[in-house]
């Protein structure tokens, strides 16, 4: 409820002054035609019926502004006008004030008192028949359980339906605001990997182009300016191809065969080697050798055992991101890959280059290779650092993640 609402500032709702109008004037109706219950009781002058029916019509103004308040005028108003000969409008005033007291009062007002106004007329029923031994007693105690027990239960019934109304509502926007989260978190994180994938996929044929081209400008060696426009022109094609590949697979991932003989779209650790083999063929003119160790087998033969897919490309991205790094910012030297298990079980692999100060990287970088690496490690709840590091062979660059690397359920 708002501030501004009638509620609020303790003005009586327009209905509340229709309905105090209303029984005000029908019952001065009555009184002018005299209409009487019955006749007066201890011997109260008829008029008393006017000042109960106008407190009774003061109730009604704060049946909803202040519900309990005016039950507690409406109970003495009741009492006075019965004394005083009743009129029906009183009566009819006072039911819908209990029942305003139940709907609009607090809630544990509104649960004691259905119970109390069972309470007052079993007393009221049980005191009639003691002290008047009349079969109308029966028409009187229905006559009390209709002003008391009727329009109090009638308003937990409606308040118990308005709340549970108020809860669906409140349900469903609650819902509606998490499946709204989901969706933007879904957008985000398919954003995301596509950054990602487009990054690792094209990131190191456009670097290779990059440093050979730069290469080819300040050489003045025909045959080496060859040299860089073939390694050029060989990651174009590669470039544009998986970029190709990629379009494709949003545009439709079942419209898989046009594609079929451009490179795999989930790359495996057994393209490593061929992965080493281009990066060799691009570092070679910035003065960087390439090698890989798997040391995956127990003893160091054959293939490594097979981990979950998502493992080895996640493997396989952060290599290739790693050597296309090495490419941009390694000294001259060696760049070893080595992918191990550790006793853990996880499944760990290490790029160690040559670190040294430079004027400038060979090509540009924005950075997002090391957060898409730590990316694709934190989504499989592995570890990731990357940073220099001093060892027996100088200052190294190291990126290093372990994965975990669940061997994948041979078919049967």
């Known amino acids: 409820m708002t501030a501004s609402s009638p509620a609020a ?17 029908g019952g001065l109706l009555l009184w002018a035609m005299d209409l ?38 409406a109970v003495p108003a009741l009492a006075l006008d019965i004394c005083a000969g009743t009129l029906v409008a009183t009566v009819l005033m006072f039911t819908d004030v209990v029942y305003a007291a139940v709907l609009y009062g607090r809630a544990a007002a509104a649960r004691r008192i259905p119970l109390y106004s069972v309470l007052v007329t079993v007393v009221a ?13 029966v028409m009187v105690v229905i006559g009390i359980a209709l002003i008391t027990i009727a329009p109090a239960w009638t308003g937990l019934i409606i308040r118990n339906h308005r709340d549970d109304a108020e809860s669906a509502r409140l349900r469903a926007e609650q819902t509606a605001l998490l499946a709204e989260m989901d ?10 990997r596509m950054a990602r994938e487009l990054h690792d996929m094209v990131a190191n044929h456009l670097s290779a182009i990059a440093i050979h081209a730069t290469a080819a400008q300040s050489i003045d060696d025909p045959s080496a300016t060859r040299e860089a426009l073939g390694v050029i022109r060989e990651n ?8 190709r590949r990629l379009i494709g697979l949003l545009r439709d991932p079942k419209a898989t065969a046009e594609y079929a003989e451009e490179p795999a779209a989930t790359p495996t650790l057994d393209g490593l080697d061929a992965l080493i083999a281009q990066a060799r063929t691009n570092g070679a003119s910035s003065g960087l050798t390439f090698a890989l160790d798997d040391a995956r087998h127990p003893d160091g033969t054959g293939p490594g055992p097979r981990t979950a897919a998502p493992v080895e490309l996640a493997v396989y991205r952060i290599v290739q991101e790693s ?17 191990a298990h550790d006793r853990g079980g996880a499944l760990t692999v290490t790029v160690r280059s040559p670190f040294a100060d430079r004027p400038g990287p060979r090509a540009p970088g924005s950075g997002t290779g090391l957060v898409g690496m730590r990316e694709r490690t934190a989504l499989l709840g592995g570890a990731f650092e990357a940073g220099p590091e001093s060892g027996p062979a100088g200052r190294v660059w190291l990126v290093r993640a372990a994965l975990p690397a669940a061997e994948e359920e041979e078919q049967r």
């Open 323 to 339: 050597l296309t790094n090495a490419l941009k910012h390694a000294a001259p030297g060696e760049v070893r890959v080595r992918i």
């Open 9 to 25: 500032l303790g003005r009586p709702h327009r209905l509340d002054v229709l309905i105090a109008g209303g029984g005000l004037l």
């Open 36 to 73: 009487h219950g019955g006749p007066p009781q201890l011997g109260l002058p008829p008029a008393f019926t006017l000042v109960a029916l106008t407190t009774m019509s003061g109730a009604e103004l704060l049946r909803r502004t202040a519900p309990l308040a005016a039950l507690g005028i």
């Open 236 to 243: 174009s094609v590669q470039g544009l191809s998986e970029m």
């Open 183 to 192: 969706r933007t978190q879904a957008v985000a994180g398919e954003r995301a």
């Open 125 to 137: 029923a049980v005191a009639l028949t003691a002290a008047w031994q009349n079969p109308q007693v």
